[in-house]
């Protein structure tokens, strides 16, 4: 049974930094993961992504936090983290860790490719 949690959320004014994380209780290294989020009412965007380390890891993010926002993962810890810095209100939100649903695959910007989901974690920027 595998099973990813979330740590790291809370409340930062427009500008500072957070960090979110996710261990995983299951398998780790062969999988690309992933981090979106869902603001109240609107769907599930994708933020950022990572694949498996080897070969080699690339990541990838969306538009809007490129820049501010860095994915990492530490596969001895089993951990994905995300590091935002200069945040926006715009940011807020509750974040969700996510594992793709075949290994070795590469980064896909689709909810409907990860079938493994953490409970999410709230992220609250204040203008």
Do not use: H
Not at 86 to 91: A, C, G, I
Request: proline share 4%; charged share 20%.
């Amino acid at each position: 049974q595998v099973r990813l949690v979330e740590s790291g959320g809370g409340l930062v004014q427009a500008g500072g930094s957070l960090r979110v994380s996710c261990t995983v209780e299951g398998s780790f290294t062969m999988y690309t993961m992933a981090w979106f989020r869902q603001a109240p009412g609107k769907e599930r965007d994708f933020v950022a992504g990572i694949t498996p380390t080897p070969p080699g890891e690339t990541t990838d993010y969306a538009d809007s936090v490129k820049g501010r926002f860095t994915i990492s993962r530490d596969n001895g810890l089993k951990r994905v983290n995300l590091q935002m810095t200069n945040l926006k209100p715009e940011d807020t939100g509750t974040y969700f860790c996510a594992r793709r649903s075949i290994t070795w695959l590469g980064i896909s910007s689709s909810a409907d490719d990860y079938n493994t989901w953490g409970q999410g974690t709230q992220v609250t920027v204040s203008s």
